[in-house]
């Protein structure tokens, strides 16, 4: 491993995911199914980072690193340093890697497939280990349908089984809360129990938003296909939504992905307060804040 180029303080911030409407619109005949999905990139998330080693090996701190088994080989970061240098004929560098494990995990917001992702950034961006975008995006998805989306970290239209990223009309300013009650929620467990896999695509896009009501008024057409199965499963899911319908700043509220994180959108400037608030009404629930999508 050439000695990596960047160290302490360039490493990766691995975005959380919030699919802001998540409709299901079929299923493979090897069990993926078909989505149609908005998803946007919060600024909270995980940080990686890796430090010269004589071994390849994995660090995990931060308030959600107990969920995780540390020096697992199981881990989607491990994981994707080990299939890029497969990709690329090399033997796995010689790195110690930190991650800072801030996302809850199986919580609906592909904190592990923004890890995957952040591990693959990290890699390119060593010599020898560059890769052109379609081999990169083929490893990306390999690795979870999630990744691919996860690798550029923009806001975009997702579908096939999550391979397929299109871009968006540019979105308005908003404010964004998640909150998770800290239940564990399987996304496999979730795709089983659905009701309904035929559901209709995304309503047409507009060419562009031009204010936050249109775009709440577009997403109040939409949905989770997901959500009603997911908070029979998981009732706290309920009340996280019944809590976040309470505050006068909440202009929508959704789950996110296969729970059971759930997201608030508000008008930019009002996230902080409305956060601060639903943290104090349930001290024990994970929540978090961002401005900037
Ligand atoms: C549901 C979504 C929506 O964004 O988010 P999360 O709840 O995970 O955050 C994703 O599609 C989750 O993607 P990801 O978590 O990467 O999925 P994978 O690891 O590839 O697969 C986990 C499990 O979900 C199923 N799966 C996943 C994606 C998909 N389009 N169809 C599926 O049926 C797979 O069959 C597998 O059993
Ligand atoms: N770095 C990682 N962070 C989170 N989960 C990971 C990681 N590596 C492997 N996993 C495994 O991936 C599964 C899905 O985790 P995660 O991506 O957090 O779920 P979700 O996409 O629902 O938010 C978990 O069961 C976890 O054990």
Redesign the pocket.
């Known amino acids: 491993m050439p000695e990596l180029e960047s160290q302490k303080g360039a490493g990766e911030f691995a975005r959380a995911?919030v699919?802001l409407a998540?409709h299901i619109t079929g299923?493979r005949d090897d069990?993926?199914?078909?989505?149609d999905?908005l998803?946007v990139f919060p600024r909270i998330g995980d940080h990686l980072s890796a430090t010269p080693s004589d071994k390849l090996s994995l660090e995990v701190t931060g308030p959600f690193s107990t969920d995780l088994e540390p020096q697992s080989n199981n881990n989607l970061v491990l994981k994707a340093i080990r299939r890029l240098s497969q990709a690329k004929n090399c033997a796995p560098p010689d790195i110690n890697l930190s991650l800072e494990k801030n996302l809850p995990v199986a919580?609906?917001?592909?904190g592990?497939?923004a890890d995957a992702a952040a591990a693959l950034r990290l890699l390119m961006r060593q010599p020898g280990f560059t890769l052109a975008s379609e081999d990169i995006h083929a490893i990306a998805l390999e690795?979870?349908?999630?990744?691919p989306?996860c690798l550029k970290q923009v806001a975009v239209r997702?579908q096939?089984?999550?391979e397929l990223l299109s871009p968006l009309p540019s979105l308005p300013d908003f404010g964004m809360v998640i909150a998770n009650p800290r239940v564990a929620?399987s996304?496999?467990a979730?795709?089983k129990g659905l009701q309904a896999r035929n559901n209709p695509s995304l309503p047409d896009l507009p060419e562009s938003f031009a204010s936050l009501d249109q775009l709440i008024v577009y997403l109040r057409e939409t949905r989770n296909d997901?959500q009603v199965t997911a908070e029979a499963l998981c009732p706290a899911i309920t009340d996280v939504l019944s809590e976040m319908d309470q505050h006068p700043e909440t202009l929508l509220n959704r789950m996110?992905?296969?729970?059971a994180t759930c997201f608030a959108l508000c008008r930019c400037g009002d996230e902080k307060n409305l956060a601060a608030r639903i943290q104090k009404s349930h001290p024990d629930w994970w929540v978090a804040f961002s401005d900037e999508l």
């Open positions: 995911k699919n998540l299923q069990g993926y199914h078909m989505l999905s998803v919580s609906g917001i592909g592990g497939s690795l979870g349908a999630d990744v989306v997702m096939g089984i999550g929620v996304t496999p979730i795709f997901m996110s992905g296969s729970g």
